[in-house]
């Protein structure tokens, strides 16, 4: 049996695709904002979510609508377009009463686990940088010339899955030990205001470039 990847474009892959992953983005926005509003389990929640966001990326690959959107300026730019909306809408609720909500250790969390999974999987689904992703990153690693183009797809994108598992979960799972000190009312605030600009930034920047 032949493994999808071989080493050299697997280990090529890994360190492309991690560079990718760490730098700073709309799915580290949403995870770290709704893992320090809420706590580890619906950070967790909110990592998972990304993941789902991933695997419906992965279906729309690999049955070719990925590639329809993009060949398409008006549907592809719709997109971008709804995504940053989504993407700035979400960093503007950390500026709103109900969003500033004070830090508790309470059994019952300010945002549910059910939303934070919600959110993140639209989030990333509707992030433009993802579908680009799978368009501009994958296609220089698939082979072609085999018959197996899908399943190498698959691979590829389950190695994607994993390298967003290692780095997002940590942020997630750090998040009791931080609301410690995030009890401060002026501490808080200032975070979640401080992630709700980065996100609104985001926001303007993706709008800013599909309209011009």
Not at 50 to 58: A, P, R, Y
Request: glycine letters at 8%; one cysteine or more.
């Amino acid at each position: 049996m032949v493994f999808p990847i071989d080493m050299t474009t697997s280990s090529a892959f890994l360190l492309t695709a991690s560079a990718t992953v760490f730098a700073p983005g709309p799915d580290t926005l949403i995870i770290l904002r709704y893992s320090l509003r809420s706590g580890r389990n619906v950070g967790l929640g909110t990592v998972l979510g990304v993941q789902f966001g991933l695997i419906g990326h992965t279906l729309l690959a690999v049955f070719g609508l990925s590639v329809l959107i993009a060949s398409s300026p008006v549907l592809f730019k719709g997109e971008a377009l709804m995504g940053a909306a989504y993407i700035g809408w979400i960093g503007i609720q950390g500026f709103r009463e109900h969003g500033l909500l004070p830090v508790s250790t309470s059994a019952n969390p300010s945002v549910t686990m059910a939303k934070a999974f919600r959110d993140a999987v639209v989030c990333n689904l509707l992030n433009p940088k993802v579908i680009l992703l799978f368009l501009a990153l994958f296609p220089n690693f698939v082979d072609n010339s085999r018959d197996d183009v899908t399943l190498q797809l698959v691979t590829l994108s389950l190695s994607l899955i994993v390298i967003n598992i290692i780095w997002q979960t940590p942020l997630a799972w750090a998040a009791k030990a931080v609301r410690r000190w995030l009890k401060n009312e002026r501490i808080y605030k200032f975070i979640m205001h401080s992630i709700g600009v980065l996100m609104i930034i985001v926001a303007v920047l993706m709008i800013y470039k599909d309209l011009m």
